[in-house]
């Protein structure tokens, strides 16, 4: 039976999926653990799970053999060098749709308190004034959303926000099917100029660095406000400033920044402190106890799955095989060396020991290959040794 360790304080939904499959043996550390205790720590571990604190490292993953999964409770897989794991035949996966509907309801949350002016409203009153006016404050029924990036989270702002009576324009560099009544745009001009309030929501990376800049935000509505939930150098925040100052933008909310505090006693540095009508946040889109506990839930059921039937649909770095229902009497997993003749070594195991395989699946990825057999017959444990000790075999399983 598999062995799990899991850091970091994941959440006991995790372990409830575990026991259910009939796991018992789960071992919880509250925190993540420095290089020379988290060693001692995985020795054995079948399965570890980990959040963002906890680094594995081609080292570690060398001297524990018996790993076989690693679950990334969150979204970020970076801790985790991906490459090394797939060639000990380690797969990884996260949960990258958890907090999806935290991050759209916030979003939406904050596109209805900037029409209105709340922020500023709210400020006012904690010091003491009370300026009772209607002027600049609109609804947002009938007002338009602009989605830029409409993956997970932004179609999942658009569903929500047409509850709350917005017409939606999306712009995707991919091609997207359309939610309820959302109108794709052809470009972000063309959504930058009719959008009263424009929601980011694309990935990191050099491809979207400061794509809403100074001619990006000034072919935006006069009196637009501007969100951004998704990654911090997606936004010029001189640009963003000064758009704010001169007032052609009328708010933002900016839950993401280009450099962000490393720990919660430092300060944000940013010019954007202290403006009105300016909502900052840090970096809590995604955190709330739902979505804590649906990752805890979606990253163990993603394990459970791996270790009963070998599926590993969505993992970050292994080949991916659909889940398929059990044909055989047995079934083997596989992880080999991507080369000719990997899977004629493993057929030609099988059929010495009399078995016959009835469905295989495989699939490869750079120098892995990784096959799902059925086989019917009874597998034993001579069979696997076997293919454990062929030259092209990373790592055999029996489930
Ligand atoms: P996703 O991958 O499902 O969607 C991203 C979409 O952006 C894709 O459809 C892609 O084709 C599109 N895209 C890429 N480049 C583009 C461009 N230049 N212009 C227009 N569209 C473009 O990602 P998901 O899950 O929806 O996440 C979106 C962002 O939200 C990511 O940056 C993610 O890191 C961030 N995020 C932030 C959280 C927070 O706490 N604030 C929590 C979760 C995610």
């Not at 083997?332 to 295989?360: D, K, Y």
């Not at 059925?374 to 444990?381: L, Q």
């Amino acid at each position: 039976m598999a062995r799990i360790v899991l850091f970091e304080n994941i959440h006991p939904s995790a372990r409830e999926v575990f026991q259910a499959a009939g796991y018992e043996d789960i071992v919880t550390h509250a925190a993540a653990l420095p290089p020379e205790s988290l060693s001692e720590a995985i020795r054995g571990a079948h399965v570890l799970g980990i959040r963002s604190r906890t680094q594995i490292d081609a080292e570690l993953l060398a001297q524990n053999p018996d790993l076989r999964a690693i679950g990334c409770f969150c979204i970020g897989t970076n801790q985790v060098d991906l490459d090394s794991a797939l060639s000990h035949g380690v797969a990884v996966f996260n949960a990258p749709f958890s907090n999806t509907r935290s991050v759209a309801e916030m979003v939406v949350a904050e596109a209805i308190l900037l029409l209105r002016r709340i922020p500023e409203k709210n400020e006012r009153v904690h010091q003491g004034f009370w300026d009772k006016t209607a002027e600049g404050a609109y609804e947002t029924r009938g007002k338009t959303l602009g989605i830029v990036g409409y993956g997970n989270i932004g179609s999942q702002v658009g569903t929500l926000a047409e509850m709350a009576g917005m017409n939606v324009l999306f712009h995707d560099v991919e091609a997207q099917l359309p939610r309820g009544n959302a109108k794709p745009c052809v470009s972000l001009k063309q959504l930058l100029t009719q959008s009263d309030v424009v929601t980011l929501h694309v990935p990191g990376g050099k491809r979207t660095e400061n794509l809403i800049n100074e001619q990006t935000i000034a072919a935006m509505k006069p009196g637009a406000v501007l969100i951004n939930a998704s990654r911090g150098t997606v936004v010029d925040i001189h640009a963003l400033h000064l758009a704010l100052k001169s007032g052609h933008l009328s708010g933002a909310a900016l839950d993401v920044f280009p450099v962000e505090p490393k720990s919660r006693d430092e300060a944000l540095d940013s010019p954007l402190r202290g403006m009105p009508n300016v909502i900052l946040t840090p970096h809590i889109g995604g955190s709330t106890q739902e979505s804590q506990e649906n990752i805890g839930r979606e990253v163990a059921e993603k394990l459970v799955s791996y270790l009963q039937t070998g599926a590993t649909k969505g993992s970050v770095n292994f080949p991916e095989v659909a889940y398929k229902e059990r044909t055989g009497d047995s079934r083997i997993l596989h992880v080999h060396r991507n080369v000719p003749g990997a899977m004629g070594a493993l057929s030609s195991v099988v059929a010495n020991h009399g078995l016959n395989i009835v469905a295989q699946h495989l699939q490869t990825r750079g120098p892995i290959g990784y096959v799902i057999s059925d086989v019917e017959g009874e597998v034993n444990d001579a069979v696997i040794s076997e293919l454990r000790s062929n030259p092209v075999t990373v790592r055999c399983e029996l489930v």
